[in-house]
């Protein structure tokens, strides 16, 4: 498994019933994307614009919250980055191959890393790209 993978904390108070991804509710971008994932999900994520948690989940802080999405699973492990979308993506649509590939390819997870932040530097202006992945 790569490192990346692995989740980098855990959060005292997961959610109960499924999975939760947090998003930037201020940005077009992430809104769209997070919009998409909410409906090929259908109910097994719920979706909540990180500024709308508060308190909920401390462990998280508002700079990393800034920086990236974050995917709270129901045992408390939290994912973010592109580790988080393809979680997301994995429980959306059913398929795993990407993921897979992240955990256990190596080179897969920084590569994946490294063109999520390059998105995410530029996410106010990509609100043109295709949302089909």
């Known amino acids: ?6 989740p980098l904390r855990l959060v005292a108070r997961p959610p109960a019933e499924r999975p939760v991804l ?3 509710g201020d940005c077009a971008f992430c809104c769209a994307w997070a919009e998409h994932w909410r409906i090929a999900a259908g109910n097994r994520i719920d979706f909540a614009a ?4 508060g308190g909920r989940f401390p ?3 508002p700079a990393d919250l800034e920086r990236a999405v974050h995917l709270i699973s129901t045992t408390g492990q939290v994912y973010s980055g592109a580790g988080a979308i393809l979680r997301v993506r994995s429980l959306a649509i059913q398929r795993t191959w990407w993921q897979s590939a992240y955990e256990s390819v190596p080179g897969v997870a920084a590569v994946a890393e490294l063109v999520y932040r390059f998105i995410a530097r530029h996410r106010k202006s990509l609100a043109w790209f295709p949302r089909h992945l």
């Open 50 to 53: 990180s500024q709308t948690v």
């Open 59 to 61: 462990e998280i802080s």
């Open 1 to 6: 498994m790569a490192a990346n993978a692995v």
């Open 22 to 24: 947090l998003f930037d």
